[in-house]
């Protein structure tokens, strides 16, 4: 007779799902990872393929190469649709459908344009390998088509690059711009000068960075306004177009706007019919179970979790991948007939990049700002990435671009010239 082991699934392979998966490695239960994707994607890095500093290759990792060593993990390429947690299924895309005791819901978020979805379509967000290449090639098809338009309005339009969204993504991507076009590429051209590009960061609140100390909040404005980045703050976007965007009563004439202002999460809440916040986000428990569905967990962008003092954690790596390990635990823990212990996250630290040599690091009682932070988080995003050869490319890249300012991933993939 053979036995049967509990059935975990894990829906969603990023940071939460795949720590989840490490920690049952040796557990007696037989785990299925469903994810929509064949790889899991470094997202902190995305930033960098968007602006051609790193290929999509190099910050990404096919699930079954991390798995291939856990004996009791199958990976299942599909996408979820709805679970029905009375029976313990998980209904695939593709017609299937998965039985599980129990159930891990890992599944992320995306970018939100606050009802106003039209907007997605000229300012487009940053989320996965296809945006980030998109974007590198609307970003580097601007400077192409810059280089052979006549002086004017047009040209100035075409060089004057938008980022709406003043919190670490938004500030990544407008420093990496600007070092892109004002300062990397800007020698193969003949009629695009260092300074004839425009990045602006526009942000709705009163200062950068708000999950930040105000002091960091103020050295990232700085550092950011240094490398030629012009900062509006306090300033809601109204309209996105495909010529332009609208803040108060001015028009920005661009082709190119980016958006890094708002996330909402994965319609996990909606499958189980469980309460949610305003940003989506299932409200679990202290746990993180789905209040009365006790064999279902959710975990890091898709849940909300109370932190310290009651206020939500943030959707950040660190918070998804303890609370993929903590579920991960929980399971064991009631497998053996132990009490589910809450969930306590770790803070070890918030950062943010800035260009090539500045950066700012929250560490709560201590602070960093400047070169010294820059290279910390360097270092803390090689010790993160997954792989050795992509850590390894990684680095290499990353010292190249620093003593040459060179970007090695200019590629515009897609249909380039024109039509007729
Ligand atoms: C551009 C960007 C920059 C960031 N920078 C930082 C940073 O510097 N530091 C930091 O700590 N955090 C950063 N974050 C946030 C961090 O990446 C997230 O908090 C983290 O990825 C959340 O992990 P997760 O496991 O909850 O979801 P994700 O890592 O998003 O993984 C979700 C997974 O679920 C899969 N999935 C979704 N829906 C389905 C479905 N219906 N069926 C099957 N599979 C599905 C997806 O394909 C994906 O693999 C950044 C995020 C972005 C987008």
Redesign the pocket.
Known sequence: MTEHRPQVVI???????LAAAKALRKAPVDVTI????NH??F??L??QVATAGLSPADIATPIRAIVKDNANTTVVL????GVDATTRQVTLAGGRSVRFDWLIL????HHSYFGRDAWAEHAPG??TLDDATAIRRKVLLALEKAETEGPGDGRQALLTFVVVGGG??GIEMAGAIAELARRSISKDFRNITPHCSRVILIEAGERLLPTFPRALSEKARQSIEGLGVEVMLGHPVNDVAADGVSVGNRFIPTHTTIWAAGVRA?PAAYWLGAECDRAGRIVVGDDLRVPGIDHVFA????ASCPGPGGTPLP??????KQQ?RHAALSIIRALEGRTVAPFRYRDYGN??TIGRHRAVIDFGRLTMSGPGAWLLWCVAHIFFLVGFRNRFVVGASWLWNYLTFERGARLITGDAAPSA
């Open positions: 829906v969603g392979a990023g940071f939460g799902g469903v994810d929509q994707r899991h994607l997202q902190p995305l930033y599909d996408r979820v649709n890992a599944t992320g978020a940053l989320k670490p993504t994965s975990i890091g962008d898709t959707g950040v790596a660190p918070v998804a993929g950062l943010a």
